[in-house]
């Protein structure tokens, strides 16, 4: 699909005859891909078949996992659209001004990537409980985060930051400030030239952030599980109504959860994937 | 760049300030405090509670058990990351966009149901299950279950890490050498290898994090026997539901420990190698288009 249109073929020939290695590395490569991800995954997908499409429909339809869906991907869909905002604000920061320790600043961005996601759970509940650092002061405003969905949403903000921030940060660092100087000299405000200049070359990278928090939110177990309460019909997140199904050995209800999960998934991986080669395609990005 | 910081215009230097302020409010809540909370748990019994915790029978089979698994997972995670960054790199072929998208595929997979998907095939009532019964080969709830489920969940941090790497080297040194009279293995040793070693470091330290910290995959698989099929992270779990918090939060320390060495070695990483870890988030296509 993307292999450069000319002359595709000699170039192949050429590099065959000089290069080994060809055979043994995509013939290797495609084998450890398909013991270790593909078969497995097929292997998922498969096993619903077994439930047929009515039942399939049935387990899925149930108001208990319903709820769970609609949660993780509500919640997921709240902690994205939060982060969005945030995550440009950081990321402008980090690529625009120079200030004191921004080194360790901007690395300690990347905590959410390398910080277990269990460590972050029971982090974060023992904050946000009732006599926590942070919820004893939002006690008394009754707002209550821990055991309830904005607990969720508090995880999921947290596991989600560095993606918006990592895909902004790049192309904020490519943007020309010049042309927003240019803007200004032409009697722009900063908040205008931001919103005419910079936010139009910004909005591909927006959504690819956007997208990518918003997946890895839909999946979530480690970080939620604590600090969300796990009520069914309330707070009960889907990965986690697939661990209590597979607990009391409902595997087709497992799995029926798991293959929708999956089908969004790869969805919005896709999706993702276009976005970023139309992104690329635009003239003038760079 | 200083250049340009100099020839920017001085007005907005307020502005300029409360953004900043602004921004490290926000990482400092949302970021740094679960970090501290994490320390300060944990040693809020003292020094000795944090001692006995973390030197406990149980936690040390944990740590032990980690570290089992990730001396597994990680080597055959490199070297299938080299095979396929190799051949996605150095040859042109059909689908190879596609191929890169299935590497990338456990990325989009939920850690839950990467450890659902190998009950479906190992567990009693999988596809395997009777077979494995019959020759008492224990897959899942066991350790081999534990490794596949983390082989699963880190599988694409050193191939994605180093194709964009060994697509920026080029292949003119390999072909040179090669026509000199290198052998294969010889070329790849002396000249591929070598030149690819920050970035084989890079993949591998993501990886191993990641390796470390696994819960969702893990847990689902390990049927948390205590002492037998308990990493740390379930081993904290455990214990923080049996509101032993400051142990649990002990067990925590050493893997927020981690994590921070890991941020530190990746940021030395970044600053040696400035293109690391640029793309990480990206389609591969735009490095390639990058070099063009």
């Known amino acids: ?286 | 760049m200083t250049g340009r910081e100099a020839a920017r215009p001085k007005h907005g230097s307020a502005g300029r300030r409360l953004l900043i302020a602004a921004a490290l409010l926000f990482l400092g809540v949302f970021l740094v405090m679960p970090l501290l909370v994490v320390f300060s748990a944990a040693l809020s019994k003292g020094v000795a509670a944090y001692a006995a915790a973390i030197t406990d029978p149980l936690a040390l089979s944990a740590v032990r058990l980690t570290l089992t698994v990730v001396a597994i997972a990680v080597p055959l995670n490199v070297v299938f990351g080299v095979a396929a960054a190799w051949t996605i790199a150095k040859f042109e072929f059909r689908g190879k966009s596609a191929l890169l998208t299935l590497i990338d595929l456990p990325f989009a997979v939920s850690p839950v149901i990467a450890g659902l998907i190998f009950i479906l095939l190992f567990g009693s009532s999988g596809w395997f299950g009777a077979f494995l019964q019959a020759h008492a080969i224990r897959i899942v709830f066991a350790v081999p279950g534990i490794v596949l489920a983390t082989i699963f969940v880190t599988f694409p941090f050193v191939a994605r890490e180093l194709v964009p790497v060994m697509q920026a080297q080029g292949k003119d040194a390999e072909e040179t050498a090669l026509s000199l009279g290198a052998s294969g293995w010889q070329t790849f040793w002396r000249i591929t290898l070598p030149d690819i070693r920050w970035g084989l470091l890079y993949g591998v330290l993501l990886c191993n994090a990641r390796a470390m910290g696994e819960f969702g995959a893990v847990s689902v698989v390990s049927g948390h026997i205590r002492g037998l099929t308990n990493t740390m992270p379930l081993h904290v779990e455990i214990l923080y539901n049996e509101y032993n918090i400051a142990a649990a939060f002990a067990v925590a320390s050493l893997l927020a420990l981690l994590a921070l060495a890991t941020l530190a070695a990746k940021s030395m990483l970044e600053w040696r190698e400035p293109q690391l870890g640029r793309h990480a988030l990206r389609a591969p296509d735009r490095t390639r288009r990058g070099q063009a």
């Open chain 1, 1 to 286: 699909m993307t292999t450069p249109a000319a002359g595709p073929q000699e170039h192949r020939v050429r590099a065959r005859r000089v290069i080994p290695g060809f055979g043994l590395g995509l013939g290797y490569t495609m084998l450890y891909l398909s013991l270790i991800v593909l078969i497995p995954l097929s292997a998922t997908f498969i096993r619903s078949f077994d439930l047929g499409a009515g039942h399939f429909w049935t387990v899925v339809t149930t108001p208990r996992v319903e709820a769970a869906l609609g949660l993780s991907f509500g919640a997921a869909l709240i902690a994205a659209a939060i982060n969005l905002p945030f995550g440009l604000l950081v990321a402008w920061v980090l690529a625009r001004y120079e200030f004191p320790f921004k080194r360790l600043i901007d690395a300690v961005v990347d905590l959410p990537f390398a910080l277990p996601t269990a460590v972050a759970g029971i982090a974060l509940s023992t904050l946000y409980a009732p006599k926590g650092w942070f919820g004893r002061w939002l006690l008394p405003l009754h707002i209550k985060v821990a055991y309830t969905p904005l607990g969720i949403v508090i995880a999921l903000l947290f596991i989600g930051l560095p993606f918006v921030v990592r895909t902004l940060q790049p192309v904020l660092e490519e943007l020309d400030p010049e042309v927003e100087e240019a803007a200004a000299t032409l009697g722009a405000s900063a908040w205008q030239g931001f919103a005419r200049v910079v936010l139009p070359a910004l909005w591909p990278a927006l959504l690819t952030g956007f997208a990518l928090a918003f997946a890895r939110g839909v999946g979530e177990y480690g970080s939620v599980i604590f600090i969300a309460g796990n009520r069914p019909m309330k707070s009960e997140i889907a990965p986690l109504l697939i661990v209590t199904k597979l607990e009391q050995y409902d595997y087709a209800g497992a799995t029926a959860i798991a293959v929708v999960m999956l089908v969004i998934s790869f969805a919005l991986m896709l999706a993702i994937n276009a976005l970023q080669n139309r992104a690329l395609s635009r003239p003038g990005t760079r």
